[in-house]
């Protein structure tokens, strides 16, 4: 993800040519990226349900996320008014944990759970209407064509995706628990310790790595000009 947004921000400056709306290059890219995003945070629901996250806990956690979605949207407004994100991953994000926070609570299988996603998706990729191809309908993902925002990740199809990482974390959980609770490999530790770090403050890195970029770079065009 990193990456990516860097290389956005390199095009952004001038220093890459690529087109990362229609270059299959880096829409494949952004739909692995958006789909890891929606499986982990569904995954992390089901533990969080099974450790006995407490509800005042889940609610403070959604506010944050949904502080930074509104954080997000009004610095894109500003800097691509045009274009600016009006329900990207972290309104998405927001909206969708609230469903799999329901969905970890009920007694479903993990299969259930998978096929209910797949529904989802085939549903949010197989319709779509004009009456959606606007901000304030299309957050539901039935569109005719992609909105011009920075970014876009509608209910339909992606709710689908973090279902699925719901039935993920449910058959794990059931089946090869250790997978989630065992140790960190020995092999390259330095390494794990690093993603694990970043996974316990993945909100934090989020919102503040483009922050860094950004600054990077115009540092860097300044000592050029």
Known sequence: ?????????????????????????????????????????????????????HQSQFWRRWGQIMACALVVS???WVQFPDSYISFGILHAVALMLVVARLVCCLQVCALGVGVCGMAV???????GHPFFDSRW??????????????????LFPWLGVMLWGVALGKYLLHNRAAS??????????????????????????????????????????????
């Open 1 to 53: 993800m990193a990456g990516f947004h860097f290389c956005f921000d390199l095009k952004l400056f001038g220093f890459l040519k690529a087109n990362f709306y229609t270059d299959p290059i880096w829409t494949y890219q952004r739909v692995v990226i958006v789909s890891l995003f929606l499986i982990c945070a569904g995954m992390s629901q089901v533990l969080a349900v099974h450790q006995g996250q």
């Open 74 to 76: 009004a610095v894109s």
């Open 121 to 127: 998706v085939i549903m949010g990729l197989g319709l």
């Open 137 to 154: 309908t299309g957050w539901l993902g039935f569109v005719t064509f992609r909105p011009p925002t920075q970014d876009f990740v509608p």
């Open 180 to 225: 989630l609770y065992g140790p960190l490999p020995a092999l390259g530790r330095p390494l794990w310790d690093i993603v694990a770090l970043l996974g316990r403050w993945s909100l934090s890195f989020y919102m503040l790595h483009q922050v860094v970029f950004m600054a990077a770079l115009m540092s860097v065009v300044a000592l050029i000009r």
